[in-house]
């Protein structure tokens, strides 16, 4: 019996050294470290990054588990990690003296400090490529993907199965901040949207007046994204300009051993959905005019990505996602059926969403790294006045920017730079700038449409252009 148990044994210690997983971390800053085994290990991980400040982690390679890698990577940093609840805290080591007290080693406690000024931790949550690729989200948003965060309140229009055709990022409240009082970046650059943020995009109020932003001004298909970082407490001060959190998106890099290239599809439409609804809610749903209420729509998603090698040096990265819908509507407005009588005429709105990237960048410099990306990222609402026929008017959104990014590492220092020139704009584009009131109870009107049944004018047209555009130009030095 003693010799079958030792082959177990073996064979049970052969399966663990074959699956084991293995950590490698190349020369870098500790944070940058700590980042990486955490993305590693597919764990969040929470840290002071006034402990991480200016120190170095040494190069480790195929270190076969996670506590043993964290230990090498801390070593002479005074820090140590604990593993709790699935996430990685790094906190500042427990030190263990020699003397005896009954037996035992003493323990040496942190040096309590007083101070009149408040002091907390930063709060980091760091959201990997494996979470972004498998989570599942109903439209590929950045904002999509902080869903289950305590600390972030979404709206009540998301995922709200009212709204079903809408493809735009849901509004998010960081802390009880305002949707647009937050930090969104792309790669350290704002994305913010200053035109107009504040308003609703499902109503009409657009018709006429000015039309309503979102607080992004590009919405960033999630293929494109290779983490999301999420600072919430104590941020550093190389950000600013929120009030909320800072939502920090890294696009992706080439892959550097091979060429790769990946194409979805996905679609859905409101007969796969089961709604449950009231008598009243069923009847409103029946005789709906504008998109805050949707039992028909169709949803369209695509992309399509190719990346790789130009040379030992440089790869490039070329991707395209579009998203599309369509949400049919009715009019209050009412038509001839031919024989007679009237009823009301159904209209579609559409919503299209576009991102074509282009992104150039450095490969396997030990010091040194370097990109180049342009995107141009538009984004269409096609609408219509329920009281006016032919009163289709595009709200758009959107632009393009061009981002370069360096970071040298210079032996005594870093130095990192961000530079970035973009446009984007929030404007109404109408099929008919003008709109006319006519009375149809004069002989030999023959209108075939009207306000209502019983109506004596009948409606046509829309409201003016309005354009507003920002080309803001961003520049980063630290």
Known sequence: MGIKY???????????SVYAQSFSVDAQSLEEAIQGIATQAKMPYIADGKLLKGKKAPVLSHVETLQEALRKVLEGSGLEAVIENETIMIKPKVLRVSTQTNGKDAVVLKPISISSTPQSTVATTVIDSTYIQSAPTANHTITDLLRGKSYIQFDQSSLSSATGGEITPPKVSIFGSKHYENNFMLNGVSNNNEL???GSELGTSDMSGQPSGEAQSFFIDTSLVETVIVHTENVSSEYGDFLGGVVDAKLKDASKDAWH????????EDSWARFHLTE??????ETTTTAKLQPEFKKKDYSLSLHGPLSEHLGLMVNYAKKESEIPLLTNYVVSDGNGGWTRDKVSQYRESENFLVRLNTQDYDYFKASLTAIYAPYTQSKFIPNFKDSDYDIK?????LIYSMENDLGFGKWKNTLSYQMNEVS????NNTNYGWRNSYA???LDWKNSTTSTTSSEGGFDDYEQKSKPTHGRVF
């Not at 030792?6 to 663990?16: N, T």
């Not at 290239?261 to 859905?268: F, H």
């Open 280 to 285: 009243d809610e069923r009847e409103e749903a």
């Open 444 to 446: 030999g009107a023959n």
């Open 397 to 401: 959104g959107g632009g393009y920017t």
């Open 6 to 16: 030792s082959k177990i044994a073996l064979y049970l210690a052969l399966c663990s």
């Open 428 to 431: 109404r584009d109408s099929s």
């Open 196 to 198: 107009n943020p504040g």
């Open 261 to 268: 290239g990946s194409l979805s599809a996905r679609y859905t």
